[in-house]
């Protein structure tokens, strides 16, 4: 493009002989205008069509904070406030559905196409450019972030932004202006970033390891070492506010540890990194490996054709002469920062694969290079072959991203569904691990929802409203949220994680239970025992995605002690309906209606039967029903109640919208679930019960 160069040429005959390749014959600028579009697309196709996960309620819970409640929270948290600041503003224009959400990362992926175009032509040239756009658009690991509500695209944008505008500022020869343009690009990159995700240090620190190369050459630039000098320490200056933060966070983390420590060999990582790379998150390297090899080999290529190239007049002989300084500049970008994070892994754990994409597009410009050295040397119809195998992989790759049920994002929003559409007045709800209670939020649709700690356990002056209770880390570390009485994150004893539970079970009848990774915040498993001696399973519902949520119901001893009304009604095959409560109100079009049952086994019953629940006119036409179900829960049947002991049944029916207003009759019965007949009643009535009148008003 005017203005940038190429920076790096080829010879005369490799000039003509690129000048005749495919790709430089074509329209450099439509060519990378149908690799956006394309690149569009492919983020676009099921963009929010899955739940979010974990990790990305946290982002639209602390969007739809205030500024300063978001900034006080993030000081808290493990990442920096920039991210969710932006995401805040955007979601009071877009939304904060999960497509709005995630369309604002689509929008920084998507601007990694042309700016990774723009490093690449800076670095080498047009074809090389062309080709890293192609692979940024169609990489997988691109998808995946791209439609992920997190920070990460965001920060490889900033990365790629500080990189190309700190270049052109070392760089800079016009006698007409000065490189200030440039360096304030890097200013303000460089800040964003580090206010955008902590891991953009270490990018930052290689960054300027290579400037520092760069002025420091055998004829030393004063003028440009004391830009690069002031520049940086305004960078200081700017974050200065948040560095004790940092600081504090980095030095003394604020949550469980959840990452392990870097083994002494460097091997599984730089396997895991180059998947990842090459393919992204959706295969597995060992099913993978032709291609993994293939890449390797493109790899290993592009780095002779930039050896190759002529200098550029960025970059003069350096203090390292075995390597040209592009091909320096482009290794340390994407594996100097994860060879930083591997090394300080043996002190503090640090190492995951998601962080890794911050400097990924500098290996894209390596393939390209390969391809363009492939195009070079080979002709066009072996580069053709070799990307065409490549974009394949992408493709499958990303198809097992979107269909394959391995790698679909933990489905938050059917376990809330599926607890709230069983919750009724008297349950109360337990999410076991600190920043879980953010997916709960994000999906709830009950009002009036209240939360609090588990411990200490206060009990709740409306106990017919549903309330969420948040556990901490059972006997955790006590620098857990640094002792701050506002931090999801906190230890809690064992004795008083016991207590609390013990006065939970007295309050309430049913417990349910948003289990996801409480083997971090329990890891002896105190809760799921003190729940297996002391409760009794009701249900238990694994939902997709990669760690294993489950939504689970209990019930709890203070089932019995609820208020009971009716009289007792004997049913044949020795099962007895010994009571039950339906609230004495009038009724709207639209509500739902709650109704607590007792049932209790005389003798053991030949099957297990279900209950309906029926709404009936005056004049015995149907109005309304219920959901079937089994009397106590899926776990817990009536051939396995003990003999002669009541058994609590929570049990609603919602009422049509557009019901008439009247008087209408609600009634129950149990019938076998094979035949579905009707259970006699021992007196000889009609095998149903009727619990009481509706009144449904205007």
């Not at 095959?573 to 009571?579: C, E, M, S």
């Not at 051939?639 to 919602?654: K, L, N």
Request: glycine share 8%; charged share 10%.
């Amino acid at each position: 493009m005017p203005g940038l160069g190429p920076y790096a040429k080829i010879g005369l005959m490799t000039q003509a002989k690129t000048q005749s390749s495919f790709i430089a014959k074509s329209d450099g600028h439509l060519l990378l205008l149908v690799i956006i579009l394309a690149g569009f697309a492919l983020r676009l196709y099921r963009l929010g069509a899955d739940s979010l996960w974990y990790d990305e309620t946290v982002s639209a819970f602390l969007a739809s904070e205030s500024a300063t409640e978001l900034i006080a929270h993030t000081a808290r948290d493990i990442h920096p406030p920039g991210y969710y600041l932006l995401l805040h503003f955007w979601t009071l224009a877009a939304g904060s559905s999960e497509f709005a959400l995630a369309f604002f990362s689509l929008v920084f992926g998507l601007l990694l196409i042309p700016l990774t175009y723009q490093l690449a032509r800076l670095l080498a040239n047009r074809q090389v450019a062309i080709w890293a756009a192609l692979l940024v658009a169609v990489s997988p690991y691109h998808l995946w972030y791209s439609q992920e509500v997190r920070m990460y695209t965001l920060g490889a944008v900033l990365g790629v932004c500080a990189g190309y505008c700190g270049l052109r500022a070392l760089s800079y020869r016009s006698k007409s202006g000065s490189p200030r343009l440039f360096w304030s690009g890097y200013l303000v990159a460089a800040v964003m970033g580090l206010y955008t995700l902590y891991y953009f240090a270490f990018l930052l620190i290689v960054l300027n390891g290579l400037f520092l190369l760069y002025t420091l050459r055998s004829t030393l630039n004063q003028t440009v070492l004391r830009s690069l000098v002031l520049t940086n320490g305004l960078v200081l200056l700017a974050y200065l506010p948040w560095l004790p933060t940092a600081w504090r966070q980095a030095t003394e983390p604020p949550v469980p540890p959840w990452r392990t420590l870097a083994s002494f060999s460097p091997w599984p990582i730089l396997l895991e990194s180059w998947s990842v790379l090459s393919l992204g998150q959706s295969v597995e390297p060992a099913a993978i490996w032709p291609i993994l090899c293939l890449t390797l080999a493109l790899f290993i290529l592009g780095l002779f054709y930039l050896i190759q190239s002529s200098n550029p007049p960025l970059f003069q002989p350096s203090t390292l002469p075995t390597l040209q300084p592009p091909i320096l500049f482009l290794l340390a970008y994407t594996f100097g920062p994860l060879l930083l994070i591997y090394l300080l892994s043996f002190f503090t754990p640090l190492y995951h694969v998601r962080y890794l994409f911050t400097y990924s597009p500098a290996f894209y410009i390596i393939l390209g290079a390969g391809l363009a050295w492939l195009n070079l040397r080979t002709g066009r119809w072996l580069t053709l072959i070799a990307a065409s195998l490549l974009v394949a992989a992408c493709g499958f790759s990303s198809y097992q991203y979107h269909f394959n049920p391995r790698y679909r994002a933990d489905d938050y929003r059917g376990a809330v569904d599926f607890i709230q559409s069983h919750w009724q007045p008297g349950d109360v709800i337990l999410v076991n691990a600190g920043y879980v209670y953010t997916a709960y939020l994000y999906y709830n649709q009950q009002p009036n929802l209240q939360r609090q700690r588990l411990a200490p356990y206060q009990k709740p002056s409306d106990m017919g409203q549903p309330l969420l209770l948040q556990t901490g880390s059972v006997d955790g570390s006590p620098q857990l949220g640094w002792g701050d009485p506002r931090a999801d994150f906190y230890a809690m004893s064992a004795a008083e994680t016991v207590s609390a539970l013990e006065a939970v079970s007295q309050d309430f009848a049913r417990l349910w239970v948003l289990r996801a990774y409480d083997t971090v915040t329990d890891p002896n498993g105190l809760i799921r025992v003190w729940l297996a001696e002391q409760t009794i399973p009701l249900e238990d519902e694994i939902f997709a995605g990669e760690s294993n949520i489950r939504a689970q119901g209990f019930l709890l001893p203070g089932a019995n002690a609820l208020p009971q009304q009716g009289q007792m009604v004997q049913f044949a095959d020795g099962l007895t309906l010994a009571g039950w409560s339906l609230p004495d109100q009038e009724w709207q079009s639209g509500q739902t209606i709650p109704v607590k049952l007792w049932w209790r086994a005389e003798s053991r019953p030949s099957v297990d039967y279900k209950i309906s629940l029926k709404l009936w006119t005056p004049t015995a036409e149907l109005a309304a029903q219920g959901q079937d179900a089994w009397p106590a829960g899926t776990l817990y049947r009536a051939t396995h109640w003990p003999i002669g002991q009541d058994v609590y049944q929570a049990a609603e029916i919602t009422l049509p919208s557009d019901l008439a207003p009247g008087q209408y009759w609600l009634n129950v019965e149990l019938y076998h679930p094979d035949t579905g007949l009707p259970l006699s009643r021992l007196d000889g009535a009609d095998p149903v019960v009727t619990l009481g009148s509706v009144l449904v008003k205007g």
